[in-house]
């Protein structure tokens, strides 16, 4: 966690309604370290591109204050925050060349001539386009645009990059080359990054950090590895990965731990991160890969039997769809190894998990009480 | 550098390849329009054609007097002498039969174009002549008027008896044959069409400089505000085109004119006295405003529709490179509306340059258009001729305006919605 003296931006109690009925964006308050690259991550609609734009300066903040450097940015127009911006559709100059587009930021600052072609060749020699400086955007293929852009917004070396969905127009392939290729940027670079995306496997590949969006709050705020294992609540258990959810009313506290009855009367042990107490309903957030199929007589925690509905053979693993406790869509991971079990559709199998791996989180939104 | 051409398979350069496969489209394009060019070649270009050819033609005096420009022919009208008694005996039975068939005012009308005086000559000579039914013809013809022994006026059936003229053409920018038949410019206060032409270049060009200034901050508006508003701010520019012409034109004398509601209006404000009322319609100001009122759609939407296409992040991109919003405006909007200008100009230019109504009812004596004058050649003074004449200029103008612009901006470029 970065502390105060080293965040390069900070949001106060930022908060923003574009209607005057509905928040947007509700007390955000998140501090951005130096040199980190932190990713806004969420579905449409949850605030965090709101968040960016009231950070680039084309949305101002209702109420709350952002802090660049430890000056306040609210009355500071766009074009002196000083801070490189990505845009979704790369938004390149069509009328300008490549070497023109990257010259651009440079010119409005007044550089010489001289050492505008410097910057410029260098900028395009980072992004591996030397080549490509007299064409036209419209000339060059998406993945070069896109680094286009991303050369054009570090050329004037801000201190602070923000990116909008990027990647969203590259197809698969290229977009995980161009993860690669930012990250490697943002490393070398020492640039402040804040990224935002709705694709979870594109936030967990680069980031320092995660900022979980869901309607204006953010969820949780972590590193990559902690989301993925450790979610604070269900909306982030669901939302990053692959999450079986069960839902389950809490019996008994115990310590860290507790114990919770399943919708068919079973019962399970979990470790208990999120629940109110006794009596009160709780989501239950499992891995695939963490559910052992067929656990060995030793194997002391959670013991539960469940009906094989469809196997879907991926190479490296089969993929089991299984209803258990009442939840048609409960997967688990088999490791096609060379003695892993074999399992036929229709067929009941026991399962197990170990109760810290089992995480008892909210109810979620959605799960009333069962009658 | 390419050491030589790449071809395609079959060895076919590869440009010629392209160019086919491109013709080919080409043509595809060109069937779908084929039932509209069909309609506009019948009901449009050829009675065009058939009234640019009258801007040459010119078989009247051959149909009328065919003997005597036949007779004419062995004449030699460099000399100094009338045409001998053969020439005037074949002339005085043209003039005769003429009369008979009462084709001789056509005549008379066609060549007092060229010379005034010779209508009257011919009227007078046409019932007389019938008098003369023996030698000497010269003499008796040369007794109903002294002008048959005038060697201009047969000069000028001779060199008016070819088929084709161009004395239209030189009518039409200010210049006439003289006597001997050298071109030559029309006296100083016969000269109005150049001065009209100009005239109607320049007042087309700043009506299209005003469409353009009002014009963009609407197409800009209309492109960017949230699409509820600028729906219905489209419907307000749009208006216009759902009034008859006839009723924006008048409603602009109602408002302008020297006892108009504007001028009301000043005077009980107080900015004018009652007798210093201002002259705003008929004259060119009428023109400017009822003119640049009527084109401005034409400016708005193909603006318009360029500037839609312009995300806004092209904007938002320039301001976060660190452009104030004027730079941004100025180095990333307003290039990227280039086309915009341009097939918006061009449409206002073009149209604005052969607009005949609203200078008619607005533009009084000064701020009347070339095609005003070509109206009334066409339709009170009968000279088609040289209306035709100054429509085959004022086509010309166009399409050499169109082509320029092709070669500045280029066509492809052009967006018109």
């Known amino acids: ?371 | 550098m390419m050491a030589h051409e790449l071809t395609t398979a079959d060895g076919v350069p590869l440009r010629i390849s392209l160019e086919r496969a491109l013709l080919r489209s080409r043509i595809r394009a060109a069937l779908l329009v084929v039932p509209l060019m069909a309609f506009l070649l019948f009901a449009f270009i050829l009675p065009i054609f058939d009234m640019l050819y009258r801007s040459v033609e010119n078989t009247i005096v051959a149909q009328v007097l065919p003997e005597t420009v036949i007779a004419l022919q062995d004449w030699d009208e460099t000399g100094d002498a009338l045409p001998d008694e053969a020439v005037f005996k074949t002339a005085v039975a043209d003039i005769q039969a003429a009369f008979k068939a009462k084709t001789l005012g056509r005549l008379a009308r066609r060549l007092n174009y060229e010379k005034p005086g010779m209508a009257s000559l011919l009227r007078k000579s046409g019932r007389r002549s019938l008098r003369i039914t023996e030698a000497p013809w010269s003499e008796q013809l040369i007794k109903i008027d002294r002008k048959w022994g005038d060697i201009n006026i047969w000069r000028l059936i001779k060199r008016e008896s070819d088929h084709l003229t161009e004395s239209y053409f030189l009518a039409a920018v200010d210049m006439r044959l003289d006597d001997l038949g050298a071109v030559n410019w029309q006296p100083e206060n016969r000269q109005i069409y150049l001065q009209l032409f100009w005239k109607t270049v320049w007042m087309s060009g700043l009506i299209t400089i005003l469409c353009l200034l009002l014009g963009y901050p609407v197409a800009f508006l209309l492109a960017t505000l949230p699409l509820r508003t600028s729906n219905l701010l489209m419907v307000l520019v749009l208006l216009p085109f759902w009034t008859s012409l006839l009723v924006r034109t008048t409603s602009w004398i109602a408002l302008l004119q020297t006892e108009g509601v504007l001028n009301d209006l000043m005077v009980v404000v107080g900015l004018i006295s009652d007798d210093g009322r201002l002259q705003m319609i008929h004259n060119k100001i009428g023109t400017f405003v009822a003119m640049t009122h009527i084109l401005l759609p034409f400016m708005i939407l193909p603006l318009y529709s360029v500037m839609k296409t312009i995300p806004p992040s092209y904007m938002r991109a320039a301001r976060s490179l660190g452009a104030t919003p004027f730079t941004a405006f100025v180095r990333v909007y307003l290039p990227n509306t280039v086309s915009g200008i341009g097939a918006g100009s061009i449409l206002v230019f073009i149209l604005s340059i052969g607009y005949y109504i609203t200078p008619a009812l607005v533009g009084g004596r000064t701020g009347t258009f070339i095609s005003n004058f070509i109206a009334s050649h066409v339709s009170e003074t009968l000279n088609w001729g040289l209306a035709a004449a100054l429509g085959v200029i004022l086509l010309a103008l166009v399409l050499a305006l169109y082509l320029l612009y092709d070669r500045i901006v280029g066509i492809d470029n052009m967006k018109l919605g």
């Open chain 1, 1 to 371: 966690m970065p502390d105060a003296q080293e965040a390069l931006v900070a949001f106060e109690g930022v908060q923003k309604t574009y209607d005057g009925r509905q928040l947007v964006v509700r007390d955000l308050n998140l501090d951005i370290a130096r040199g980190e690259f932190l990713t806004m991550l969420g579905p449409s609609g949850s605030g965090k591109t709101t968040c960016l734009m009231m950070l680039a300066g084309f949305e101002t903040p209702t109420h709350g204050r952002i802090l660049l450097n430890g000056t306040e940015l609210n009355r500071v127009p766009p074009h002196r925050r000083g801070i490189g911006m990505v845009f979704q559709n790369y938004a390149l100059f069509p009328h300008m060349t490549v070497q023109e587009n990257l010259a651009f930021p440079l010119e409005v600052r007044g550089m010489s001539r001289a050492e505008i072609e410097t910057k410029v060749a260098r900028a395009l020699d980072m992004v591996r386009l030397p080549e490509f400086g007299g064409r036209r955007p419209a000339q060059l293929s998406g993945g070069q645009q896109q680094r286009v852009a991303v050369a054009r917004a570090l050329v004037f070396e801000p201190d602070l990059v923000l990116m909008d969905e990027p990647l969203g127009a590259l197809d698969k392939n290229l977009r995980e080359e161009m993860q690669y290729e930012i990250k490697h940027i943002h490393e070398s670079l020492g640039v402040t990054v804040v990224y935002v995306t709705h694709d979870q496997s594109e936030a967990l590949t680069m980031s320092n950090r995660i900022a979980v969006f869901d309607d204006g709050v953010i969820q949780q705020l972590a590193t990559p590895d902690v989301l993925y294992e450790k979610p604070e609540n269900a909306f982030v258990a669901q939302f990053i990965g692959e999450n079986n959810r069960l839902i389950a009313r809490v019996t008994e506290m115990d310590g860290s731990f507790c114990t919770v009855e399943l919708e068919d009367g079973q019962k399970v042990r979990a470790l208990s991160v999120n629940v109110a107490g006794a009596g009160e309903i709780t989501t239950l957030s499992l891995r695939p890969e963490r559910v052992v199929i067929g656990p060995g007589q030793d194997f002391a925690d959670n013991r539960i039997s469940g009906r094989v509905e469809e196997l879907i053979y991926l190479g490296d693993h089969i993929r089991a769809r299984l209803t258990v406790a009442g939840n048609d869509s409960f997967i688990v991971k088999v490791a096609n190894a060379h003695d892993h079990v074999r399992l036929s559709q229709g067929s009941e199998v026991p399962l197990g998990w170990a109760s810290e791996d089992c995480r008892a989180l909210d109810a979620g939104v959605g799960n009333a009480a069962p009658a």
